[in-house]
Structure formats: C-alpha cells, structure tokens
C-alpha cells in the first residue's frame, strides 16, 4: 500500500494542491485551461484527484494507526 501511496496518492493530491492554490491566488483553472471548462474530462481529473485525496487520506490514518 506504501507504493500505491508515495507514486499514485501522493502525485495526484500535489497536483490537486497546485491547481487550488492557482486558483485561489491568481484565478487561473490549470485543469480547466488544459482539458476546457466544464467538459466530461475535466470533472473527470477532479474526480479522480478527489479519490487519490480520500486514498491518501484513509492510507495514513492506517500508517498512524499501526504506531
């Protein structure tokens, strides 16, 4: 599960990050920019972004339950 965290978890919540900070501070959509204002594919990114958030999230709450 450790693998899964630090190679697929871990890059699409950083990724999440940044686009959410462009936003908040400049106002600029990278994900949006790139795949087109609400199109099929954008929701599509977001969700799978929000997923790797919610798998990163339960897989340390696992890590920190084992200490």
């Known amino acids: 599960m450790n693998k899964i965290k630090n190679y697929i978890f871990k890059p ?6 940044l686009n959410w900070g462009l936003v908040g501070f400049l106002g600029f959509d990278l994900v949006a920019t790139i795949f087109g204002s609400g199109t099929y594919l954008t929701h599509v990114v977001y969700s799978i972004v929000g ?13 920190s339950e084992k200490k």
């Open 51 to 63: 997923l790797a958030a919610v798998g990163y999230i339960l897989t340390m709450m696992s890590l």
């Open 12 to 17: 699409l919540v950083l990724i999440g990050a």
